[in-house]
């Protein structure tokens, strides 16, 4: 089972999160989820029962998955999910910025400089993103082994040395830490653990990656 991708995506003042899931064989969608502050703006889709049929094969999925969440991230920085309002009023702030760069001609730059100008502007946008992947549920008193990977959000580049944890939060118990670990130089990381019985209540567990680019996590429902 691939858990999925989620990314907080900064645009014209607000913060737009994007979701994307996979749900898995029995139901072969790709299901990329763009809302703010609870409220879901847009949902996108992709199938892939022809995956299935000819042979499933979980790196082309995973591809695939990575290919849908970019192209909704695209979709949010070009300004899609504004308001009318909001439009305008970035399409003036992208006016003034033009304006003050323009006071230096382009032709008088070198091509380097244009090069670098755009790399850093681009890399102003760089987050981290956690995948997660496992091999079966989520299922109370019984042993995890979750694979996580983070990366970069454009560059897709690894990120070594995130620090990561996995914790438990429930409706009847204290939170409690259940792994603590370090992506390896390929930024990939195993998270062994047991999770405790459950007779009461809801859990869930969360699973948080920090480096110097930033955080991200990812939080995932526990069946009795």
């Known amino acids: 089972m691939i858990v999925g ?14 979701q994307t899931e996979d749900k898995g064989k029995d ?19 992709t199938r892939y029962e022809d995956l299935v049929a000819s042979g499933y094969d979980e790196k082309i999925v995973v591809r695939m998955m990575e290919d849908q969440h970019r192209r909704v991230i695209a979709l949010i ?3 899609h999910y504004l308001t009318d309002e909001e439009k305008a009023s970035w399409e003036r ?16 730059r070198s091509l380097d400089d244009l090069v670098r100008d755009w790399i850093n502007n681009e890399m102003e946008h760089e987050q981290l993103e956690l995948i997660l992947s496992t ?4 299922i109370a008193g019984m042993p995890v ?10 560059s897709r580049g690894t990120i070594a040395g995130a620090a990561v944890s996995v ?10 830490l259940l792994f603590e670990g370090v992506t390896d130089r390929m930024g ?37």
């Open 93 to 108: 702030e992208r006016a003034e910025k033009e304006r003050a760069i323009g006071a230096m001609k382009e032709d008088e």
């Open 167 to 176: 914790r438990l939060i429930s409706t009847v118990a204290e939170p409690q």
């Open 27 to 45: 139901n072969p969608l790709i299901e990329t989820l763009v809302y703010t502050k609870g409220q879901i703006h847009d949902a996108h889709h």
């Open 188 to 224: 990939e990381c195993v998270a062994r653990f047991q999770l405790p019985p459950l007779s009461d209540g809801n859990a869930a567990i969360i699973v948080r990656a920090d480096a110097d680019l930033g955080s991200s996590e990812q939080r995932l429902l526990v069946k009795k």
């Open 77 to 79: 920085k070009s300004g």
């Open 145 to 154: 082994e979750l694979r996580l990977k983070a990366s970069k959000s454009i």
């Open 5 to 18: 991708f989620n990314t907080d995506v900064k645009h014209a003042g607000r913060v737009f999160h994007a």
């Open 135 to 138: 091999d079966s549920e989520l």
